[in-house]
Every structure is written in C-alpha cells, then in structure tokens.
Nanobody
Framework: QVQLVESGGGLVQAGGSLRLSCAASGHTFNTNAMGWFRQAAGKEREFVAAISWSVGIGYYADSVKGRFTIPRDNAKNTVYLQMNRVKPEDTAVYYC??????????????????WGQGTQVTVSS
C-alpha cells in the first residue's frame, strides 16, 4: 500500500504561480511513475502531468505544456507540480497518483494504482 498526501492548493490570481506537493509513504520502492490529474466542477478528471520515477522524464497535457513542470525528490518520495502563468481554466481539484507497473501510457487514470485525496486550486481572473 502507498499513501499519498497532497498540499499546496489555494487561491491564486491569473498569471501567478503555485506549487503543489505530493508526499508518498508506505511501499514506495515499487514506484514506476507519479502523476497529477485534475477535475473541474462538472467535468471529468483529466491528465495534467506525470514523471517516470527512475529516469525523471516528464509528460504533460497540451493544455499545461510550457507552463507547468513536475519535479521530483526521490529521497523524500515527493513529487511537485509547479504551476506558472496559471489561468482561470486551471481551476480544479488536483489529485496525485502513483503507479507501480510500467506502461507507455502516462495519461490514463486506469494505469495508476494509488490516489491522494485531492487539493483545490482556484485561479481568479
């Protein structure tokens, strides 16, 4: 089992920056990748970004590419979502996820095994 705790959400003005954190604990030695997803009110949850845990390559949704990055700290079993130049359409609950099995597909929810409780991000215009 892996437990995930997200933090860092809040209210930010459009054009500003925010950094989310996700700390993993438990059986983290099998981590293959960690990712961030988000769900806006009335919409389905969607992929935001992911990182391969061993190699450190990041993958991004087109909507955030060039604005968000997903750094990680292996020693702390923590992944971050650095959100820059945020837009009102980035408003959502952001979820952290972990998977233990390799897949070429980093953006599908069903490839992830453990999920955090979510943290709200609200971008004001």
């Amino acid at each position: 089992q892996v437990q995930l705790v997200e933090s860092g959400g809040g209210l930010v003005q459009a054009g500003g920056s925010l950094r989310l954190s996700c700390a993993a604990s438990g059986h983290t030695f099998n981590t293959n990748a960690m990712g961030w997803f988000r769900q806006a009110a009335g919409k389905e949850r969607e992929f935001v970004a992911a990182i391969s845990w061993s190699v450190g390559i990041g993958y991004y949704a087109d909507s955030v590419k060039g604005r968000f990055t997903i750094p990680r700290d292996n020693a702390k079993n923590t992944v971050y979502l650095q959100m820059n130049r945020v837009k009102p359409e980035d408003t959502a609950v952001y979820y952290c996820a972990v998977r233990i099995r390799y897949s070429r597909d980093y953006s599908s929810e069903d490839k992830y095994d453990y999920w955090g409780q979510g943290t709200q991000v609200t971008v004001s215009s």
